[in-house]
């Protein structure tokens, strides 16, 4: 029987081909209908947001990876694989955490999301400047000048849908993520927090707003004006 997280989970990993299992679970749970719902309609626009030349080698190694869960892999395209690898496996994570939450609390959601995600920083992940640069346009961010190499990014379960999970290393060495937020406004111009080492800033911008969270107040600092000066936010 497939509960509401395993649902979830299957919906997002491959969301055209649901188990017998998870379509029973729909048929049976209104909520998993919601969020069938909305992922069907997100994938629009995630299509959208990877509308560039994927990279080359990438839908393969994505299926490769994938082969031993997948099903239809012949059918399906490598735009919908590439798509389907930038969705997130923790789930778990991301459904519990962004449920309760005031609209003070964006700076510190951001950091438990990075909290609970320590292998966005030791792995190497769709990171492509040409992938990062369309989908910062595509959130509403016109790229000036590059922020640095870009080392992991992933679509990640966030308020309201899927937001971008990217880590970056500046041209000084230092680690920095940013999030970015669909569809949530923020009533301020800007919110910080501090949570177990990790500090974060959150801003609006684009189609919502975005948090950059570092390990450090310093780089942080040094990070939010890099991003300020470097990113032209539409809207
Ligand atoms: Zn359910
Ligand atoms: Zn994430």
Known sequence: MTNCLDFRREKLADPRHLSPGALAHMSDCAACRGFSAEINE?????????????????????????????????KASPRLWAMAATVVLTFAFGF???????????ARLAIEHVMHEPESFTSTRLADPQLFRSVMHNFGGEMQASLGKVRFMKLCPVPDGTGWHIVFETEQGELATLILIPAKRMQSQREQATVGGWTALARPGGQGYYAVITQSPETLG????LVRQRVRWRG
Do not use: C, H, T
């Open 42 to 74: 997100n994938e629009a626009q995630l299509a959208a947001a990877l509308d560039v030349p994927v990279p080359e080698g990438l839908a393969e190694r994505i299926v490769l990876r994938r082969r031993a869960g997948a099903r239809n892999v012949a």
């Open 96 to 106: 519990q955490q962004w449920k309760d939450f005031s609209s003070q609390d964006y």
């Open 222 to 225: 040094k990070v939010d004006e």
